[in-house]
């Protein structure tokens, strides 16, 4: 165990873990991170000469420890991570980390899955106006205002341009959240709906992903042939009452259209 490691044995170790985390090896990754961290305890305070390299690396070493979590799906680590993190963004001026803008984004849509938006907009109050132009912030930044606005469709369509691919982890949790606000939006404002209809509303990739989701998150519906059939509102007005299908295709194609008139 190291005691206290010089700024070339943590350069090393450093490499090491960046070569685990670039050859996917998640195992091997997260073993040299503990080994880092460890060291990390034994780093000089802010007073010492060498404090701003150490922390340079420190800062390299979780942003590593981030990446490595987003891979293993392990949101408790990345938590801890990340708060390990943030602090010392603000310790040192420069150089600043190549990766800085990558993590914070990573953080927002964390945030954002989590439906934590006191915290989300509070990281926005500290961003500076580089950082929130920067294309791994200002994904997470247009999909919490899409979201706020019931801009579902282009949420849903968001996963074919996530800035990195790390940020696919994030877009499956969030992807499931808008389905299942369009499937609470459907199943107040119809009767009965065909199977077709349901899938491309809720934009599933095929009829199978779509009644996978229908046993596992909405049992309650019935299947009978080629329609669903939605269990009768408790009070209001009847659903055939309502023009729901044009109401709900003019919610989920407002973007586009807004797009055009700009």
């Not at 080994?35 to 922390?55: C, H, V, W």
């Not at 949101?75 to 980390?97: H, K």
Request: net charge negative; charged share 25%; hydrophobic share 40%.
């Amino acid at each position: 165990m190291l005691d206290m490691l010089s700024i070339e044995n943590a350069q090393v170790i450093l490499n090491d873990l960046k070569a685990k985390l670039d050859a996917g090896d998640i195992n091997g990754g997260k073993s040299i991170l503990g080994k880092m961290k460890i060291g990390m305890l034994d780093f000089p305070s802010r007073n010492a000469p060498e404090t701003q390299l150490y922390t340079a690396i420190s800062i390299s070493a979780l942003e590593c420890g981030v990446l490595l979590s987003v891979a293993d799906e392990d949101l408790d680590a990345f938590a801890r991570n990340v708060s390990q993190l943030m602090p010392l963004y603000s310790s040192i001026s420069s150089p600043s980390s190549t990766k800085k803008c990558h993590i914070l984004g990573l953080n927002l849509m964390h945030l954002l899955v989590e439906n934590n938006l006191s915290e989300f907009h509070a990281e926005l109050e500290l961003l500076s106006s580089d950082e929130a132009s920067n294309p791994y912030v200002s994904f997470p930044i247009n999909l919490e205002r899409q979201l706020m606005v019931g801009l579902y469709d282009e949420v849903l369509s968001a996963d074919s341009r996530v800035p990195d691919p790390s940020y696919t982890f994030f877009m499956e949790s969030l992807l499931q959240t808008v389905q299942d606000s369009i499937a609470d939006c459907l199943e107040k404002s119809y009767k009965t709906m065909s199977i077709n209809d349901a899938v491309g509303m809720m934009k599933f990739d095929s009829r199978d992903d779509f009644m996978e989701y229908v046993e596992e998150c909405r049992d309650d519906w019935i299947m009978e042939g080629e329609d669903i059939f939605f269990q009768p509102p408790e009070t209001g007005s009847k659903a055939s009452d309502v023009p729901s299908m044009k109401l709900i295709e003019q919610s989920l194609s407002y973007a586009t259209e807004l797009e055009r008139i700009v």
